[in-house]
Structure formats: C-alpha cells, structure tokens
T-cell receptor, first 111, second 112 residues
C-alpha cells in the first residue's frame, strides 16, 4: 500500500490560513488523495479528496503537486473548531476504498 | 450528524465474554466499514461489506466476525474478549462509487 507522511503536529493562530502538508512519493496512478479529520471525542469526518487537479469545497482546498507525490490541505481561516487530527490517506477503488490511517497531524489553533 | 448510528455507545464487559456491536448506515448506502481505534494501534480498518457481501478484510482477528443484513445494517461480533480489545469501534458507510465515508459516533468497548 502506498504510504503517506505527515508532520506529527502543527500550530496555527485563529483566523489565519493553515497549510497541512502530506508526502506520498509512492502514489500510484489510480490512487485518490483523501483528507479526513477527527475532532476530539468524535468519529473521523471527511474533509476533501482529489485525484490530479486542485479541489475546493466549503471546508477546505486541496492542492496537489504536478507529480502527485505531495499534497497540501489548506484551511483558509482556522477557527478553534478546526483543532483536530488531520489524516492524509490514499485510497484505491480497486482495493475496496478502505481507509488506511497513519498518525495524522494534530492541529492546534491558538485564539 | 453523519446519519450513521451505532449502538451501544458504551459497553463494559469482562475478559472471555462475547459482545455484538450494531451499525445502521446512512439511508441508501450499501457499503459498511468497521474500524478499530486503540491508543497503541491508532485507527485500523477491520472489514468492509457491500450489499450483504464481504468486500475487503483488514487487520481483523479470527475472534472477530461481522455481517451485513438484508436491511443493510451491520453487526460486529467480538468473542473471547481480551484486555487489549478495549478500544473505540467505528462504523462508516458510503454509497457505491462515492469516495466519501461517513462515520458513526463509535462504540467504546472496555474489557475488564
């Protein structure tokens, strides 16, 4: 399985943009890049996903490198509610789409 | 609210016992996934069902089994429980061809 590498933790100030990096150098052509987050005492929550092009939704933006070996999740204005563990995960439709969670990045947001 | 429900919320039992965790997927979702989250192992995929059939298997112990019923709800059976089985168990659901999984609130299992 292709693996992802993320920093263990990051800190941000409230209302500032946050860029969460993810490296996935062994990604295959059919792997999707997913981001989920887990708020304290809750189940994981889908954030965004993409294949090759950058993606935007109401929660975040996903910037994918041209060679697809890395990606960045962008939260445009961090709020205290965005404090969570963010997981970057590769999935493959041929393998059943199960999510293989790594350690993720714990994002702390300071008021 | 993801639309996925799990019961019970909490479960306390003794070693050697057997328990059943229940999951109701979002309306219309045919795929159900089970995950285990423990302090030492993190979040791990256990098993996936699609429309009643097993689709993929992860790090699921032989003491654990699951099934998906015709009404699409799923049950995870854990038997011969050990202290190390204490964890949060999450169920997630998705529709076919949709990459997004919706997670339930989890069942916290404590084995004493």
């Amino acid at each position: 399985d292709a693996k992802t590498t993320q920093p263990n933790s990051m800190e941000s100030n409230e209302e500032e943009p946050v860029h969460l990096p993810c490296n996935h150098s062994t990604i295959s052509g059919t792997d999707y890049i997913h981001w989920y987050r887990q708020l304290p005492s809750q189940g994981p929550e889908y954030v965004i996903h993409g294949l090759t092009s950058n993606v935007n939704n109401r929660m975040a933006s996903l910037a994918i490198a041209e060679d697809r070996k890395s990606s960045t999740l962008i939260l445009h204005r961090a709020t205290l509610r965005d404090a969570a563990v963010y997981y970057c995960i590769l999935t493959n439709n041929n393998a059943g789409n199960m999510l293989t969670f790594g350690g993720g990045t714990r994002l702390m947001v300071k008021p | 609210d993801s639309g996925v429900t799990q019961t019970p919320k909490h479960l306390i039992t003794a070693t050697g016992q057997r328990v059943t965790l229940r999951c109701s997927p979002r309306s219309g979702d045919l795929s159900v996934y089970w995950y285990q989250q423990s302090l030492d192992q993190g979040l791990q995929f256990l098993i996936q069902y699609y429309n009643g059939e097993e689709r993929a298997k992860g790090n699921i112990l032989e003491r654990f089994s699951a099934q998906q019923f015709p009404d699409l709800h799923s049950e995870l059976n854990l038997s011969s429980l050990e202290l190390g089985d204490s964890a949060l168990y999450f169920c997630a659901s998705s529709s076919w061809g949709n990459n997004e999984q919706f997670f339930g609130p989890g069942t916290r299992l404590t084995v004493l």
